[in-house]
C-alpha cells in the first residue's frame, strides 16, 4: 500500500489514441510491487488504485509523480464487476476542447461545452443527426462543462439508453436523441487507424493567404489517390506551412476542404473566396475530409 499527498484532481491520463480517464496524482512511491494497491487517504480509507508513475528516459524509477484511479470510478464499476464484464456506453464522436477566441464563431457565451471534431459513420451520433461542428452543451438533461465531463457522462451511460442531447450549431440550439451504444474498444482504435489519409503531391495551384496552406482542385488522379467517392466536392490541401495557423488547427496535405462556416466547397476559387472573407485574427469552423471520414476544425487566421 501507498500513503502520499495528492497534487491534481481529475488528472488527464492518456488510456488508448483518442481518450484519456481522470485520475489522481500523487508523490506516493507507485513502483513494481505496489502497482494495483491501495492509496490511503491519513484516516487509513482507500481513496484510490495505483496505476502508474511519471517517468524521464534517464531513470526508470520514481521521480515523485504517481498516478492512481479515483476510488468512485471503482466503486461505479463494482455491480458490473461481479457480473463479470464491464461494458461502457459510446456516442460515435471524436471530441475536442473550444477555443477561447472561436466563442463568437460557435455562437457561445463561454467555453462550457464540447467541440464535436468528427461523427463516426452509421455510429449513434450519425444516426442521431449530430455534425462535425456541433458543440454539446448539455447530455441527458445535465450541463456538460468540458470535453473530459462530457467523456464521464457518455461512457457511465448504460448502452442501448435513449438521451436528449442539445447541441449548438450554426448559433442555434437544437436537441437530439441519441442512442448510446456499447464501447468497444478494438474496434475504436482500428477504425481511427484506418481513418488517417496519406500524404498528396500534386502540385499547388493556389495559396490561402493567412492560414498557411495551399489548394488544389480535385482531378481524377487526386481523386485516385486519395481514394474519393465519385461525388466528392471541395479543396485539396497539397501543402501546409510548418508553424502555420493550418498546422497549429492540425490540417494535413491531403485533407480535403469541404465547406468553410456555412458556405459549401466546390474548387479552389470557392475555398479561397470564403477565406479571403475571414479577417486577420478571426476564425472560422473548417468541415474536412479524411480517410472517408468528416471532420470540423477550428482555424484563426494569421
Known amino acids: 500500500m501507498s500513503v502520499g499527498v495528492i497534487s491534481a484532481l481529475e488528472r488527464p491520463f492518456p488510456t488508448t489514441e483518442g481518450r484519456s480517464t481522470q485520475v489522481l496524482q500523487t508523490d506516493a512511491a507507485i513502483n513494481p510491487g505496489n502497482s494495483g494497491g491501495p492509496l490511503l487517504n491519513i484516516r487509513g480509507e482507500v481513496i484510490g ?3 502508474a508513475i511519471y517517468t524521464d528516459a534517464r531513470q526508470a524509477g520514481n521521480i515523485g509523480i504517481g498516478f492512481a484511479i479515483p476510488i468512485n470510478t471503482v466503486r461505479e464499476l463494482l455491480p458490473q464487476l461481479r457480473t463479470g464484464k464491464i461494458t461502457r456506453g459510446m456516442i460515435g464522436v471524436q471530441i475536442g476542447v473550444i477555443p477561447q477566441n ?4 460557435l455562437g457561445l457565451k463561454n467555453r462550457q461545452g464540447a467541440l464535436v471534431a468528427s461523427v463516426v459513420p452509421n455510429g449513434p451520433s450519425a444516426k442521431a443527426g449530430l455534425e462535425p461542428g456541433d458543440v454539446i452543451v448539455q447530455f441527458n438533461g445535465k450541463p456538460v462543462k468540458d470535453r473530459d465531463a462530457l467523456v464521464s457522462m457518455v461512457i457511465a451511460t448504460p448502452p442501448n439508453t435513449t438521451v436528449p442531447v442539445r447541441v449548438i450549431r450554426d448559433k442555434e440550439e437544437k436537441t437530439l436523441n441519441v442512442r448510446v451504444g456499447e464501447l468497444d ?14 500524404r498528396d ?9 493567412g492560414f498557411g496552406m495551399s489548394l488544389s482542385n480535385i482531378t481524377p488522379d487526386v481523386a485516385r489517390r ?6 466528392t466536392r471541395g ?4 501543402d501546409v506551412d510548418q508553424g502555420s495557423p493550418a498546422a497549429k488547427a492540425g490540417i494535413m496535405e491531403g485533407d480535403v ?8 466547397i466546390g474548387s479552389v476559387a470557392d475555398a479561397s473566396r470564403e477565406l479571403a472573407r475571414v479577417p486577420s485574427g478571426g476564425t472560422i469552423i473548417l468541415r474536412i475530409l479524411r480517410g472517408g471520414q468528416d471532420t470540423a476544425v477550428v482555424v484563426t487566421k494569421e
Open 49 to 51: 488504485i495505483n496505476s
Open 257 to 264: 476542404i469541404t465547406r468553410v462556416g456555412r458556405a459549401n
Open 226 to 231: 486519395l481514394r474519393l467517392d465519385a461525388d
Open 185 to 198: 474498444l478494438d474496434a475504436e482504435q482500428q477504425a481511427l487507424g484506418n481513418g488517417r489519409g496519406g
Open 102 to 105: 472561436a466563442l463568437d464563431t
Open 201 to 209: 503531391t500534386t502540385p499547388q495551384q493556389e495559396a490561402s493567404s
Open 235 to 238: 479543396a485539396v490541401v497539397v
